[in-house]
């Protein structure tokens, strides 16, 4: 079963709004992640949990925030949010391991995705 | 930091037909992953096939083959006998070895967007 699930699909919300995205997984993976997608773009990486440990990228506003409360959940709390922050928000998830490498430990799986819209 | 590009932002392939699409990037480790991905209109972020860089020999699924050149820093992927359900936005991705540097360490191509024509 490779399978990550992400709720809810669609999501508006209003920028004085508070939500949250919930991204879960039963694949035994270790490192969870979060993505966001504009239209007709690349996934840009915005947090990695590993091992129960966040690694941030410095270029994500604050209004963003992660939360992992075990190893197979993954939520990203948003507040305050602005219009250009509507877009898919995917979920990630993969095995890894204690030593660098191992045969499919890497592979990322995906979810289908939040469409967010911000008002 | 490692880059990705693809340069065909879209191309278009008869049914049945074969089509190869492109992807360079740039790195200076020795060891690392690359992946294509497929990402139909219903969204869905699916893997179609991954290579390890220590391993010479190219990696195969199917009708979906790559063609992984390490000195070029070249990896294509070729599709063959083409299907409609194969039309969908294809990124190139490349992942670090190095575990301790997630911010930087899965990084995507632009895409190729692939029409199958009947």
């Known amino acids: 079963d490779t399978e990550v699930t992400q709720t809810p699909k669609h999501l508006v919300m209003g920028m004085t709004n508070k939500k949250s995205l919930k991204c879960e997984q039963h694949?035994?993976?270790?490192?969870m992640y979060w993505y966001k997608q504009k239209a007709k773009k690349p996934p840009e990486l915005m947090f990695v949990y590993s091992y129960e440990k966040l690694s941030i990228n410095e270029s994500v506003p604050s209004r963003f925030s992660p939360e992992c409360p075990n190893s197979s959940l993954l939520n990203l709390h948003l507040h305050a949010l602005q219009p250009e922050d509507s877009a898919l928000y995917l979920c990630?998830?993969?095995?890894?391991?204690?030593?660098?490498?191992?045969?499919?430990?890497?592979?990322?799986?995906f979810g289908p995705g939040t469409r967010l819209t911000v008002l | 930091a490692q880059t990705v590009t693809q340069s065909q932002p879209e191309m278009s392939v008869q049914e049945a037909e074969t089509v190869t699409l492109s992807c360079t990037y740039d790195?200076?480790?020795?060891?690392?992953?690359l992946f294509w991905y497929k990402q139909p209109p219903s969204r869905q972020m699916i893997l179609v096939i991954r290579q390890e860089a220590y391993k010479q020999q190219n990696a195969t699924e199917n009708r979906f083959s790559v063609n992984f050149q390490k000195a070029a820093k070249s990896f294509s992927l070729k599709i063959s006998d083409s299907q409609l359900g194969d039309a969908a936005m294809y990124f190139c991705a490349y992942r670090s070895v190095n575990l301790n540097n997630y911010g930087q360490n899965f990084v995507f191509g632009p895409g190729t967007r692939l029409s199958v024509l009947p």
């Open positions: 694949m035994g993976h270790r490192a």
């Open positions: 990630a998830s993969s095995q890894e391991g204690r030593l660098a490498g191992g045969p499919g430990t890497d592979t990322q799986y």
């Open positions: 790195t200076s480790e020795s060891d690392y992953y």
